[in-house]
Nanobody, 114 residues
Framework: QVHVEESGGGLVQPGGSLRLSCKWS??????VEWFRQAPGEQRERVGDVGRAGVSSYEDFAKDRFTISWGVTKRAAFLEMRNLTPEDTGVYYC??????????WGSGTLVTVSS
């Protein structure tokens, strides 16, 4: 069983930045996806990054979010800039390895408020 854990969430003012971390327990993870879920809304995909460091984003995230693969190779990061209250929600990491079901973390809460 692969353990996945997000961290780095918290309260931030509008216009601020946050860097979320996703860490996992297995070296065979080759793709990490970030999702978020606003209160009362469905979970939506933010983007992903592969082991080679290539990332892709949903349209809303292209200008303000950066997803990267960590140097340690058991971590990925979601950097968010110029945050707005609409970015409030629980952010989840999904780690994927070949031939296995995806592994989700329990999420980290981001609250953007003044």
């Amino acid at each position: 069983q692969v353990h996945v854990e997000e961290s780095g969430g918290g309260l931030v003012q509008p216009g601020g930045s946050l860097r979320l971390s996703c860490k996992w327990s297995d070296d065979s993870i080759w793709l990490v996806e970030w999702f978020r879920q606003a209160p009362g809304e469905q979970r939506e995909r933010v983007g992903d990054v592969g082991r080679a460091g290539v990332s892709s984003y949903e349209d809303f995230a292209k200008d303000r979010f950066t997803i990267s693969w960590g140097v340690t190779k058991r971590a990925a990061f979601l950097e968010m800039r110029n945050l707005t209250p609409e970015d409030t929600g629980v952010y989840y990491c999904k780690a994927v390895r070949p031939g296995d079901v995806p592994h989700w973390g329990s999420g980290t809460l981001v609250t953007v408020s003044s």
